[in-house]
């Protein structure tokens, strides 16, 4: 089945950091790019991230530029998002998701079920 | 940074036909924001429903359609079914970034 998995969320003080996981399967991942799109607790998404396959082109949303880093590891079929320097804003249900094609658009096409980061003192 | 807007809230009857519009702060939408719809039920990760504008996906069921109306992207559910009461947001291209609606969430009553 093809499927994307998020871990590594969970409770944090303000200030502190967190190394975000999803592991792909069922699907060529280092085919794929990917996007991080988080939803605060009763709201919309937001995009935040964007890598393409091959990790050459690189886009954040102005919300998390300079705290948050994408990465991946196509050999693992993993996709990393390190977020430095946290908000209590920056609490919610974080997905990641894939799909065929070069741009932020091309990749919503599978999701995963999302991790939760809360940011709480 | 361009504002996504969307209906907050719409109701439809069973059976009935609504369209969910989706505009955007610096101007009229066009093809060239490759206009994107998806349906979030409650506890489920989105799912894509229409992707440049009036593409469906394979998933899709017929009776939901994609169009520019007005100078904003629109959705259009003929035949609501009671399945389809869920939250649905668009998404707009500008450049390289991409920014969801806030959403609408649509009740079949």
């Known amino acids: 089945d093809v499927q994307l998995v998020e871990s590594g969320g969970g409770l944090i003080q303000p200030g502190g950091s967190l190394r975000l996981s999803c592991e792909a399967s069922?699907?060529?991942?280092?085919?794929?790019?990917m996007n991080w799109v988080r939803q605060a607790p009763g709201k919309g998404l937001e995009w935040i991230s964007y890598?393409?396959?091959?990790?050459?082109?690189?886009y954040y949303a102005d919300s998390v530029r300079g705290r948050f880093t994408i990465s991946r590891d196509n050999a693992k079929k993993s996709l990393y998002l390190q977020m430095d320097r946290l908000r209590v804003e920056d609490t919610a249900l974080y997905y990641c998701?894939?799909?065929?094609?070069?741009?932020?658009?091309?990749?919503?096409?599978?999701w995963g079920q999302g991790t939760m980061v809360t940011v709480s003192s | 940074q361009a504002v996504v807007t969307q209906e907050p809230s719409l109701t439809v009857s069973p059976g009935g036909t609504v369209t969910l519009t989706c505009g955007s702060s610096?101007?009229?939408?066009?093809?060239?924001?490759?206009p994107y719809w998806f349906q979030q039920k409650p506890g489920q990760a989105p799912r894509i429903l229409i992707f440049?504008?009036?593409d469906k996906h394979e998933s899709t069921p017929a009776r939901f359609s994609g169009s520019l109306i007005g100078g904003k992207a629109a959705l259009t559910l003929s035949g609501a079914q009671p399945e389809d009461e869920a939250a649905y947001y668009c998404?707009?291209?500008?450049?390289?970034?991409?920014?969801f609606g806030g959403g609408t969430k649509l009740t079949v009553l």
């Open positions: 998701a894939s799909g065929l094609g070069l741009s932020i658009r091309d990749a919503f096409d599978i």
């Open positions: 069922g699907f060529t991942f280092e085919s794929y790019t």
């Open positions: 998404l707009l291209s500008f450049g390289g970034t991409v920014n």
């Open positions: 610096t101007g009229d939408v066009t093809g060239r924001h490759f």
């Open positions: 440049d504008t009036s």
């Open positions: 890598i393409s396959s091959g990790s050459y082109n690189i």
